[in-house]
Every structure is written in structure tokens, then in C-alpha cells.
């Protein structure tokens, strides 16, 4: 994103280690999750999660079903990649994946026929044991749904040693502007329950929660009514709904610890060291369909939305869908918009063209017109402290990025750089405008390549 320009003008509140930001989710809020059919080309990268990318099973020619695996995960960090339509596989060649940058992509020309593979459908799916579970999720190619496309069973798979008392569903969605997660929580309940259930059964947690901000008062209704009506499914398990201050970065796994449990998670360590594991909502739909219905991650629910686009709203679409198609389905643009935003408007990645696919980890695209973007100058930083007031993880981002701007690097260590969520909160409440996110990602850079 260029420095000189600034998203979410008017209102906006602070707290201690967050803020409350102009929502714009009134444009799809009560939007029902509709699907979009799939076009004509596919595109897929093989890389679509966090860690080792896909290691190709088709060659250009090959005939593919709807469902069959495509992408090989071969290290542990990864996740397997399935096509989404039946067709034939155009060609395997670079592509600019909206997250990861220029990478392989499998191009798959679909004949609408939608032939699928042979899904497993399993009759008592509770009854399984952890391990077979954990192996459906890995083959199901399932990722954190939230954002940051984490493989799900890694996340599974607890280190020995290591007991998890606490699963906590992440239902925040504290992004202005991304409604998909809170419409799965109203349209999709039981699902999302059920897939609730085998998480905590696999990690054997005695003690469960579904945090959701108090901005989605609809999907805290519909998540109390079917706690209360599925409660003898869970044999016993209790489902707890916390509903909490919405608050911009409260959807981070640390931070919703601390906001649920009042534990925090030491730097450099991770939230199985204090015995929880958090998933998201849309995760948790997702496993169900991958153990009750056999179905692979191959399609989810994704946030269209800004005042440029004309049929905002949300839509279930085809991994592997070009933006330039979904766009077509919304009814196109009113005019152009001034920036493509890929995920939400704080933490996203700005996009230069709708020739990119939805992948895996998309949450949501956002059309930002010309008049909501504020064209700004970066000042001095005049010492304020509110950077700092605001840090939700306790950094001090004026130091980090005043280290950057003088390339003092060896004072990095002690300013523990790695640590940041790059939330953006900081330079969000800059009243001089720095670009401190960007200052802090160049220390992440410096700073491992130092070590």
C-alpha cells in the first residue's frame, strides 16, 4: 500500500492495546451467503498456505474430477491442493498469487459437467479416534480460515508433553468491512457446532469457548439458541459464548486469550504454551464438511464488498476463481475503484489487478472508491506515545521504526521486532502518518537476516 494514502476516516476510539474503527460492515452484514458458479478457467497456485508449497500431480492435458488432489503437501508445514471443477489441465506456469507473490499455478479448464471424485462420506464420524481425524483434515487440504492460512492439522497435532485444557472459536472478525464469518455463524450453526465438537474431541479440551464481538448480535442469538438445542450431541461437553467489546485487533489468537482467559502468551512462544488452541469459526465449518461429507477444502465463503461494487455481499465461490469473474457476478463496479484490497482494509494486501484467483486464505476483497481514501504526507513523529498506548502485543513501534529509518539494526534485538502482528493499529493512529507497519517488516527482514 503507497504511504500516502489512509483508509476508514471518521470516528474512531481508542483503548489500551486496541482501537474501535468505523465498521462499513452495514453492506453486507445481512447479506445471505449466496454461491457463485464457477468460469470457464480456473486458476490454481500452489501455494496457498503458510509454509512448503504444492508439489504438482497433474501435467498439462490430464483430465481432473471435482474433488481429486492436485497438489502434493510434502513437508509437514503444508497442505494438499484439489481442483474445484471437473476439466482439463491447461497449463502449469507463474501466476501473481494476491498473497505470496509470483508463484506456480495450475490452470485448469472447466467443462461444467462438476464430476466429482468418490467423497467418503463417514456414518459416525464422532466415534473415530484423534489420529484418523487429524489425517482427514490433512487430506482435506483444510487451512485456517481466518487469514492466515496456517495448515489445520499441524495446528492438531500437539506436541507430547504439551496438555490443551482450553479450545477457544474465534467469532471476532474485528476487520471493518468482512461479514463471511458472521454469516456462517448465523446461516451455517450446526455445522459449525458440530465441526466445534470433533476439535475439541481431538484435542481432548475439558473447557470451550466461542468468543464473539458484541457488534454481531444476530450470530450471538442463533450460536445461544443451538448450544442449548445441540447440547446432548456434545455428551456432556459444554459450549460457553463470550461476547466481547469490539475492539480492533481482538481477533488475534493472543489477543483473544487474553480476553477470554486473562492469560497472555510470553513473547516468542505460542498459545499451546498456555495450554489453548484457537480456531476459527469458518475453520470449524470447514472440518465439518471435510469429516462428515469427505469434502476437501475447495470452496468458502468470502466477503465482496465496497461502495464501488454493485452488488456487494457474500459468497460462497471456487477456490481458484479470477476476481475479474466474481466482480462480473456482483453486477461490476459503479466506478472504478481507487484500490483492491485483498483480505480486510488494515491487515489485506493491495492488489493491482482482478486477473488474480481466490485462494485459500482470502477472507474478503474490498473496493475502496476515491472519496474514502485520505491522501496524506508522513510528518515527523512528534513522540506522542499513542503508537505505543495501542500496541496490542506491548511493542514500541516509534523506536522500531526510528531504528529502520537510521539503520541502527543491532538496536533490534531489544525491541523484539518479530513479536509484531503487523495489525496496522500503530500506524493507523499516527497522527504524523508513519508508515510504521512498513518500517517494522523491513526490521523483521533485517533482523533475520542477521541471526
Known amino acids: 500500500m503507497p504511504e500516502k494514502y489512509r483508509f476508514l476516516t471518521g470516528y474512531m476510539k481508542t483503548f489500551k492495546g486496541g482501537v474501535s474503527l468505523p465498521e462499513h460492515k452495514d453492506l453486507t452484514v445481512d447479506k445471505k451467503i449466496r454461491p457463485i458458479p464457477p468460469p470457464f478457467e480456473m486458476i ?102 481466518g487469514g492466515a492460512a496456517f495448515p489445520t492439522h499441524v495446528k492438531m497435532n500437539i506436541p507430547k508433553g504439551k496438555t490443551i485444557d482450553t479450545l477457544i472459536v474465534n467469532g471476532a472478525e474485528c476487520e471493518p468491512y468482512l461479514t463471511c464469518d458472521h454469516r456462517l455463524m448465523v446461516e451455517r450453526t450446526g455445522e459449525i457446532l458440530k465441526g466445534v465438537y470433533l476439535v ?86 470447514a472440518i465439518y464438511e471435510a469429516v462428515y461429507k469427505g469434502k476437501p477444502l475447495i470452496e468458502r465463503c468470502v466477503t465482496f464488498t465496497g461502495k464501488c461494487l454493485r452488488e456487494p455481499g457474500n459468497f460462497t465461490v471456487k477456490i481458484g476463481t479470477p476476481l475479474k469473474d466474481v466482480v462480473g457476478h456482483c453486477g461490476g463496479f459503479t466506478e472504478t475503484p481507487a484500490k483492491i484490497i485483498a483480505g480486510g482494509p488494515i491487515m489485506g494486501i493491495a492488489q493491482y489487478s482482478l486477473d488474480i484467483p481466490i485462494i485459500k486464505g482470502i477472507t474478503g476483497i474490498v473496493f475502496i472508491s476515491k472519496k474514502d481514501l485520505e491522501i496524506y504526507e508522513e510528518l515527523p513523529c512528534i513522540r506522542c506515545g499513542k503508537c505505543v498506548d495501542i500496541c496490542p502485543v506491548n511493542l514500541m513501534p516509534t523506536d522500531i521504526g526510528r531504528m529502520v529509518k537510521y539503520s541502527r539494526w543491532h538496536y533490534l534485538d531489544e525491541l523484539h521486532p518479530s513479536d509484531c502482528m503487523e495489525c496496522g493499529a500503530c500506524a493507523y493512529i499516527c497522527p504524523s502518518r508513519v508508515p510504521l507497519v512498513q518500517y517494522i517488516k523491513l526490521a523483521k527482514i533485517k533482523e533475520s537476516e542477521r541471526k
Open 200 to 285: 475439541a474431541s481431538i484435542l481432548n479440551a475439558k473447557n470451550i469457548f466461542l468468543a464473539i464481538e458484541e457488534n454481531k448480535l444476530s450470530a450471538i442469538f442463533a450460536m445461544e439458541k443451538a448450544t442449548v438445542q445441540m447440547k446432548k450431541e456434545f455428551h456432556g461437553k459444554q459450549i460457553q459464548i463470550i461476547v466481547l467489546k469490539t475492539k480492533y485487533p481482538q481477533g488475534g489468537e493472543k489477543q483473544l486469550i487474553k480476553a477470554v482467559l486473562k492469560r497472555e502468551v510470553p513473547p516468542g512462544k505460542l498459545p499451546l504454551d498456555v495450554g489453548v488452541v484457537v480456531q476459527n469459526a469458518g475453520t470449524c465449518f
Open 44 to 145: 490454481l497456485p500452489l501455494g496457498q498456505h503458510t509454509g512448503a508449497p504444492n508439489k504438482p500431480l497433474v501435467n498439462p492435458g490430464d483430465s481432473v474430477k471435482v474433488g481429486q488432489c492436485i497438489g502434493k503437501a510434502e513437508a509437514f508445514i503444508s497442505a494438499p491442493l484439489h481442483s474445484p471443477v471437473s476439466g482439463t489441465v491447461k497449463a502449469i506456469k507463474d501466476i501473481f498469487n494476491p498473497i505470496y507473490g509470483k508463484k506456480p499455478a495450475i490452470i485448469i479448464e472447466n467443462n461444467g459437467k462438476d464430476t466429482p471424485v468418490s467423497f467418503i462420506k463417514r456414518e459416525d464420524p464422532e466415534s473415530l479416534p484423534k489420529e484418523e481425524l487429524i489425517a482427514i483434515i490433512k487430506d482435506a487440504g483444510l487451512v485456517g480460515l
